[in-house]
């Protein structure tokens, strides 16, 4: 499985972009994507998932901001980010797995699968 993420860049406060995480894998469906991220001298963290089923799950930091959807068609998951603030800046990373149950959704730990990672910066 090889994942790609794209569409981080340099946003002001406020603003609005866009990730993409694009799989190159057969049976995508199935899959759990996810998406974390890392700020520098911190631990990777939990964003947002989605699983098999379309079934969503975000980080409380991020509610109501975020949405996350999937295109099984084009193997791609998307990061819809809204409002973004200072401290939303970060090396973003999406993830995968097929067998990961809802309860590990949230630990990287759990992921057998990750992208090159996208950095989003956000100017106050």
């Known amino acids: 499985v090889q994942l790609q993420a794209s569409g981080g860049g340099l946003v002001q406060a406020g603003g609005s972009l866009r990730l993409s995480c694009e799989a190159s894998?057969?049976?995508?469906?199935?899959?759990?994507i996810s998406w974390f991220r890392q700020a520098p001298g911190k631990e990777r963290e939990f964003v947002s998932a989605?699983?098999?089923?379309?079934?969503?799950y975000y980080a409380d930091s991020v509610k109501g901001r975020f949405a996350i959807s999937r295109d099984n068609t084009k193997n791609t998951v998307y990061l819809q980010m809204n409002s973004l603030k200072p401290e939303d800046t970060a090396v973003y990373y999406c993830?995968?797995?097929?067998?990961?149950?809802?309860?590990?959704?949230?630990?990287?730990?759990?992921?057998?699968?990750w992208g090159q990672g996208t950095q989003v910066t956000v100017s106050s």
């Open positions: 993830a995968a797995d097929r067998q990961i149950i809802v309860s590990s959704y949230f630990s990287a730990v759990h992921y057998d699968y």
């Open positions: 989605i699983n098999r089923g379309s079934s969503t």
């Open positions: 894998v057969d049976s995508f469906r199935s899959y759990v």
